[in-house]
């Protein structure tokens, strides 16, 4: 059985995808700067479209965080609707993202993960080349509605401070453009590129001083690559 969402990694700046991803950059350091982690796995449990494996999702890329990459379990947060950690409601993912810009520092790492259902509605706006925006869908969408890609990239990206360096990685459906950055590789690319729905006239005024920020979407091979570290 195949897919029809081709793997993708979209970013705020050009990248040379023929060299390792860095996590990390080679300027961090450890002595002035912090490395921070925040973690999503919806099961939606006793939900229609219940899933199974997006807690196991983020007991993975917290072991691989934390014995890859020198992160601090205590610099993670972590919402899942397991009973035991902050449910991952609307609210909670928001803030959760507005928290992230607002500790992090120029010279710091943040790498944010989701694992849940993404979806799309119709775009309002006009600023989408397909007609439709992409979304994440927290627990309570039912009653409190999706996370469109416009706010993400309002609370989120926007207002991530330069020299900031923020890895996103989403495992959901229609991820690919949910950051609604510029620069776009497929997994049937040779090399990264403008994307070609993305209005360029408009860059300045949607990323302004944003920090570096890639985003990986439905990444099946960087998944396979994390987890071949964490099993061993």
Known sequence: MGYDQVPQLTSSRMIDVQKELQIVPDTFNASTNRKRALLIGINYEGQQGQLTGCHNDVGNIKKYLIEHKGFAASEMLILMDDGRHHTPTRKNILDAFVKMTEYSQAGDVVFLHYSGHGGRVRDTTGDEDDGYDETLIPVDFQKTGQIVDDDILKILVKPMKAGVTMTVLMDC???????????????????????????????????????????????????????????G
């Open 173 to 231: 459906c229609h991820s690919g453009t949910v950051l609604d950055l510029p620069y776009r590789f497929s997994a049937d690319d040779s090399e990264m590129h403008v994307d070609q729905g993305f209005q360029m006239n408009t860059l300045l005024g949607k990323l302004g001083q944003a920090g570096d920020v890639v985003a990986c979407a439905c990444l099946g091979l960087c998944l396979a690559s994390i987890l071949s570290d964490v099993l």
